[in-house]
C-alpha cells in the first residue's frame, strides 16, 4: 500500500498468486533500499522488490518448500547488507537463505505493457484488453537460460493476473484470460531476441464493485523468478 501525501489518497497493490498451497502470500516485513521496496511473502515463500518509480515487482521464490505448512518455508526477517544482497531466515525449516546481488543480474525475464491503464465499463458491459511482452534475457553460449543454480533449464513461463479488488490478490467479479497464458520452448527458439507476446482480456459482470484499483500482470519463470508489471485498472 502506499500513500500520496499530497492527496492523502492510498494506493494497493497486489503481488503474483502464492507459489505455495496458501491462498494469500501475506507479505510481512518491509525495508526500502535503493530505491525499491524489499518485503517477505511469508506464505508465498519468497522474497520480493517492489520498484516505486517503474512499478514492477520482482519475487525470488524460495526452494526449500515444507509440505506441513502449506508447501512453504515461511520466509520472516529479512537483512539486507552493504553490497546489496538479501539474507533471510526460513521459519519452518530453521536455514538462513540469501538472495545475492550476482543473482539479481541475471534476471531470465522482464515484462512490459503496452499501456499503463486499463479500464471496464459495468454499465455498458464494456471490457478492456493489454498486450504483454515478455523478454528473455541472460542467454549464456549455450543459448539456454543459467538458473540461480548454475544449470541451464529449457524456457518454461506461466502468466498470471492479480488484482487490489480483493484482499487475496484475485480478480473478484472481472472475467480475465489470457489469450496464451504458457510459454515452453526449446533452447533455439528462446535464442530469439523477439519478445513473446499475450494479450489479456478483462470484462466485468455486474456485481464488480466500482473503483479504481491496480492491476498486476505477471511472467513466472520455472517456478523460481517471477516478474511483474503493475497498472491502473478502473472499474466504471
Keep these: 500500500m502506499v500513500l500520496d501525501p499530497q492527496t492523502n489518497q492510498t494506493k494497493q497493490y497486489a503481488t503474483s498468486p502464492a507459489s505455495t498451497r496458501n491462498t494469500a502470500t501475506l507479505p510481512y516485513y518491509n525495508q526500502y533500499y535503493d530505491g525499491k521496496i524489499w518485503f517477505n511473502e511469508h506464505d508465498g515463500s519468497a522474497i520480493a522488490q517492489f520498484d516505486i518509480k517503474k512499478k514492477t515487482l520482482i519475487e525470488y521464490h524460495i526452494p526449500t518448500r515444507n509440505m506441513d505448512w502449506g508447501n512453504t518455508s515461511n520466509p520472516l526477517k529479512f537483512a539486507i547488507d552493504q553490497s546489496g544482497s538479501v539474507w533471510f531466515t526460513e521459519w519452518t525449516e530453521n ?15 522482464l515484462l512490459s505493457t503496452s499501456k499503463e491503464e486499463v479500464i471496464v465499463d459495468t454499465k455498458t458491459n464494456v471490457g ?30 506461466t502468466m498470471f493476473a492479480t488484482s487490489s479488488i480483493a484482499k487475496n490478490g484475485q480478480l473478484w467479479n472481472i472475467t480475465n484470460k489470457f489469450d496464451k497464458s504458457v510459454f515452453s520452448a526449446s533452447n533455439a527458439f528462446v535464442s530469439s531476441l523477439e519478445p513473446l507476446k499475450t494479450t489479456l482480456y478483462l470484462s466485468p459482470t455486474e456485481t464488480v464493485v466500482p473503483g479504481n484499483y491496480t492491476l498486476t500482470v505477471s511472467a513466472r519463470y520455472n517456478d523460481e523468478i517471477t516478474y511483474s508489471k503493475v497498472i491502473d485498472l478502473y472499474v466504471i
Design 95 to 109: 536455514k538462513i537463505g540469501l538472495v545475492s546481488r550476482e543473482k539479481m543480474a541475471k534476471i531470465p525475464i
Design 128 to 157: 478492456d484488453s493489454v498486450d504483454v511482452f515478455v523478454y528473455k534475457s541472460n542467454l549464456n553460449s549455450s543459448n539456454s537460460f543459467s538458473t540461480f543454480g548454475g544449470t541451464d533449464k529449457l524456457f518454461n513461463t
